[in-house]
Every structure is written in structure tokens, then in C-alpha cells.
């Protein structure tokens, strides 16, 4: 989609330091980290945000899923866990119209988040 960020970024028209890729989903380190690891997993294809999620393009989080157990393996940590985090709209805290998955970890996170 012209003009999303993430569109942008998942194209390589926006810089970004990349952990993952294929050609379904794009993997960065997050801008401002929250944690030591702090990345998002996003869709190539535009898809605004959770409420967007149906039948023809839900295969997708299962995809992303599979990704994240692979990257948390690689960058050392699954084993001391970390926390999938997506932010859906405007009371979610949504910043990003793109759909995203935050995978953040590396230190012990507090619960519940505010
Ligand atoms: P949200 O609040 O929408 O769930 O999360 C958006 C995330 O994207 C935030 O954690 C923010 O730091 C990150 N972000 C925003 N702009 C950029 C950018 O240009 N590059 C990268 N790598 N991360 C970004
Ligand atoms: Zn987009």
C-alpha cells in the first residue's frame, strides 16, 4: 500500500536492520527497543491490522508463528522466554497501520502492561 510505512520498509524503500525474510513476511529490529531483543514480524502483503485477519489471509499468523519459534531459537531467546505482543488499534495502542507482531525479550518483562 502506498504511503504505510511497513509496506515501505518491507520493500527495502525505507532502511531497516533486517532479521528475517521470505516471500511472505519481513522480520527488523525495532527502532526503539523495549528490551535487548526487540523485533517485529510483519506480512509483505498489506493487511491494516488484527481486525483485518479473514479467511482468505489467516494463514498467514500461522506463517509468522512458525517464523517467530525459529528466531527466538537463533537469537538465544526461547529458552529464558519473551513475549508476542500485537497492538490492535486505536485502545490497543496501534501506531502502525500494518499488521505487526512484536517479539520482545532478553530481560524479564513486567505484567500487565499498562
Ligand atoms: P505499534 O505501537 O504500532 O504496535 O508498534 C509500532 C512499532 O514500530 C513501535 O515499537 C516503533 O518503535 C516501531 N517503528 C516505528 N517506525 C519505525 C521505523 O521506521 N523503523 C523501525 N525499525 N521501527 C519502527
Ligand atoms: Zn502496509
Redesign the pocket.
Known amino acids: 500500500m502506498r504511503d504505510c ?2 509496506c515501505k ?1 518491507a520493500k527495502g524503500e ?4 533486517k532479521v528475517y525474510e521470505d516471500d511472505k513476511v519481513y522480520a ?7 528490551a535487548p531483543t ?1 523485533f ?1 514480524v510483519i506480512p509483505k502483503e498489506h493487511i491494516e491490522s488484527a481486525n483485518d485477519l479473514n479467511d482468505n489471509n489467516i494463514d498467514i499468523v500461522s506463517h509468522i508463528f512458525k517464523v517467530i519459534n525459529k528466531l527466538v531459537v537463533e537469537l538465544k531467546i526461547a529458552d529464558a522466554g519473551y513475549r508476542i ?3 490492535c488499534g486505536e485502545d ?6 500494518h499488521l ?1 507482531f ?1 517479539v520482545i525479550g532478553g530481560r524479564s518483562l513486567k505484567w500487565p502492561p499498562g
Open positions: 510505512l511497513f520498509i525505507i532502511p531497516s536492520e527488523f529490529y525495532d527502532i526503539n527497543p523495549e526487540h517485529l505482543i500485537n497492538n490497543g495502542g496501534q501506531t502502525v497501520k505487526h512484536h
